[in-house]
């Protein structure tokens, strides 16, 4: 690798900005999941637009490649190094517009985290349409970059859904501005959208213009027990035809739910364990509780369920699932996959997915929880030990034989290039390399995430 500018990287951001000692760099350097990460040539802050331009100019002429990173909770290797690289961090780009609530938009800085943008939006009456457990460090450049899904699907679509403009700097250190927020624009390619889900790779966002939307006061969740996957993934289209205000429906399982009450502490939901659960939530203008309970105690398989009206009882309902993560980790590094599938073919990946992993790792665990409507199943193995890329190879190529991707979700990065031909075509590979190499000939960002090395 060339030798790193450090000089001019820091008269580009102010020594005190280019951070190089091991103990400075190390939290930049390890992916949220502590799978993924090497060590940095050096992380580099810049404050502004300008700043990222002339971080990028300076290492395309020294030919360095650059890193870019938000809130590092990427579960995919895509925001971490792999050995020399300069790691751009956005997290001090957090400026953050006054809410237009006439055309319910708001500008928002790459480094705004996602819970900032929705506190917010809310105070001036509205909300923004994506929402995820990371909410807290999650920035809105990686949510963009990632093309985030989140808990919020159903309703509001992924985040490319809420992306009416970007600010980007590109692979020479130009910079690509459309921040207007046209609702309708007929002129050419759509760069904007093209930034959505390229996980870094053509371009660095450095703001967003994001459509907002209604502030919906009146919420209802309601956990229900079911005695397995197909009865969950059935229930759902009679409860989306019954509830027009249904805004978020999740799946997990016994297992999942035993690992979230041990790490949290958590009281159980009902008297008995059972085997799979699917967590609603409906949020209106008007309280949606009646019609809630309603067509939960008529849906059909139902083994139990609890509904919650008031907020704290809504939080305790909400920790069940969003603890996922953190107490799957609190057990060991595990393989995170996030795969969907065409919703049809659902119950067949659900009940495939364990017998499919321990035909690799009999001993291992697979935890599954996801976002039941988008047929999107986040597949957690511990106690993988060495055969992690085994099991990744035996999951991705059954979501391929279900006609499912790879992906649904937390993007390619660098854990998973090596499948990416089991849900594109070489044709789509080689459209997207083209335009790659169009907008980055050198390969300067984030080279080694999303397309495999050639
Ligand atoms: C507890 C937990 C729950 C999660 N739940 C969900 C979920 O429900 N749905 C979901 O979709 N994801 C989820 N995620 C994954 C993660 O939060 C998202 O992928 C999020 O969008 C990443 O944002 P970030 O700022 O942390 O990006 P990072 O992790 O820093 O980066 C992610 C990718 O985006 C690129 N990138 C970051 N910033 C920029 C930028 N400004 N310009 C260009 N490229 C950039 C990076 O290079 C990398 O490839 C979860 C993660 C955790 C830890």
Redesign the pocket.
């Known amino acids: 690798m060339s030798v790193l500018p450090l000089e001019e990287l820091r008269t580009a951001v102010g020594a005190e900005h280019v951070l190089v000692d091991a103990g400075l760099t190390a939290s930049y350097e390890r992916?949220?999941t502590g799978r993924f990460g090497a060590r940095a040539g050096c992380v580099v802050r810049p404050a502004d637009t300008a700043q990222v331009a002339e971080v990028v100019r300076t290492c395309a002429a020294a030919g360095v490649p650059v890193?870019?990173?938000?809130?590092?909770?990427?579960?995919?290797g895509?925001?971490v190094p792999a050995g020399g690289e300069v790691l751009l961090s956005?997290t001090r780009l957090t400026e953050l517009g006054d809410v237009d609530v006439a055309a319910g938009q708001v500008t928002a800085g790459?480094g705004v985290t996602l819970g900032r943008l929705q506190d917010h939006a809310r105070a001036a009456g509205l909300d923004f349409g994506v929402d995820?457990?990371?909410r807290d460090?999650?920035?809105?450049?990686?949510?963009?970059?990632?093309n985030?899904?989140?808990?919020r699907v159903l309703r509001y679509g992924?985040?490319r859904a809420q992306l009416l403009g970007a600010e980007?700097v590109l692979a020479d250190g130009s910079v690509v501005s459309r921040m207007a927020g046209l609702l309708k624009d007929g002129t050419g390619y759509d760069l904007v959208s093209l930034?959505a889900g390229?996980?870094?790779t053509l371009?660095?966002?450095?703001q967003a213009r994001l459509r907002l939307v209604p502030r919906l006061t009146a919420r209802c969740v309601a956990l229900l027990a079911l005695p397995d996957a197909d009865s969950a993934i059935a229930v759902l289209p009679e409860l989306r035809r019954r509830l027009p205000h249904l805004s978020a429906a999740e799946l997990l399982f016994a297992d999942g739910l035993a690992l979230v009450r041990k790490h949290g502490h958590l009281p159980a939901p009902f008297a008995e364990e059972h085997p799979a659960y699917l967590l609603l939530e409906c949020a209106d203008t008007t309280d949606p509780s009646d019609a809630l309970v309603e067509a939960v105690s008529e849906a059909d398989g139902l083994l139990d369920a609890t509904v919650a009206t008031d907020a704290a009882g809504q939080r305790a309902l909400w920790a069940y699932r969003?603890q996922h993560?953190?107490a799957i980790n609190a057990e060991g590094v595990p393989v995170k996959l996030d795969v969907s599938v065409p919703t049809g073919r659902l119950p067949e990946l659900a009940a495939r997915l364990t017998p499919t992993v321990a035909g690799v790792v009999p001993a291992a665990r697979t935890i599954v929880f996801g976002?039941v409507n988008e047929g999107n199943l986040h597949v957690n193995v511990l106690d993988a030990g060495d055969d992690a890329e085994r099991v990744t190879d035996a999951v991705l190529r059954l979501v391929a034989e279900l006609e499912g991707s790879i992906s649904s979700?937390?993007?390619v990065?660098r854990a998973k290039t090596a499948w990416l031909s089991l849900s594109r075509s070489r044709t789509e590979i080689a459209a997207m390399r083209a335009i790659k190499t169009a907008l980055d000939p050198q390969g300067v960002l984030?080279p080694g995430?999303l397309l495999p090395a050639v």
């Open positions: 992916d949220w890193v870019v990173q938000g809130g590092n909770t990427g579960l995919v895509g925001a956005l790459a995820l457990a990371a460090s999650a920035t809105v450049g990686g949510l963009v970059a990632t985030a899904g989140g808990i992924s985040m980007a930034l390229s996980e870094g371009g660095i966002v450095t969003e993560t953190e976002h979700e937390h993007g990065g984030n995430v």
